[in-house]
């Protein structure tokens, strides 16, 4: 068994926090590809046969395998509350501790430089497998950590119209998904291929 790190914002957090959130994916970089008619183009196969290729290419998950772990790296600040030092976390909503005068102000870590004694979850891997980014189910969308019941009331009590909602106007489980990828920045319309881990939370 192996442990690896893995990045999350404050909503993944929160979300595996409260157990709403038992599936990650991540882009497989390089992306796969594939020589057809003496031109390499993107991979347009199987995701089984993708998988075992992968895995024979030495291309395995980079988080790793079933049954190996990840710990999350979280933005974080020590604060030693007059005593020993601790982490706070910023996806609580906790505020920066106050300090005296003559010590430098406390400042937000960014997760890069969270070390591996200041993490607080620790996931365990259950599955790994591969699919192009719009070919997840709702299911997985929703164990991605989607709140589907919190964004309706949202959209009730604003009137919000999500941007990619469907004809009545509400989000969907899909048209959710593609906020949330485009909102970090992603390219739906790439359709990229990624890695879709099913997780669960285990005491570090």
């Known amino acids: 068994m192996k442990e690896r790190p893995i990045f999350m914002n404050g909503a993944m957090v929160r979300a595996v926090l409260d157990g709403s959130k038992t599936q990650t994916g991540r882009i497989i970089k390089p ?25 024979e290419s030495g291309r395995k998950c980079p988080y790793g395998q079933p049954g190996d772990r990840i710990w999350v790296r979280e933005t974080f600040c020590m604060d030693d509350n007059g005593h020993e030092e601790c982490p706070i976390f910023r996806a609580d909503g906790a505020e920066l501790p106050q300090r005296q005068p003559t010590r430098k102000p406390a400042r937000w870590t960014p997760s890069i430089h969270m070390p591996r004694l200041a993490s607080r979850i620790l996931l365990e891997i259950v599955s790994v497998r591969v699919e192009r980014l719009q070919d997840i189910s709702d299911a997985d969308i ?55 881990i099913t997780i669960k939370r285990v005491a570090p």
């Open 142 to 196: 929703v164990a991605e950590g989607i709140d589907m019941e919190a964004l309706a009331e949202s959209q009730d009590r604003y009137d919000i119209v999500c941007k990619g909602s469907d004809a009545s106007g509400r989000a969907t489980e899909r048209t959710a998904w593609r906020d949330l990828w485009e909102s970090t920045g992603g390219d739906w319309d790439a359709n990229p291929w990624c890695w879709a």
């Open 31 to 55: 992306q796969p590809q594939m020589v057809t008619n003496k031109r390499i183009e993107p991979w347009q196969g199987d995701p089984t046969a993708l998988l075992a290729l992968l895995a």
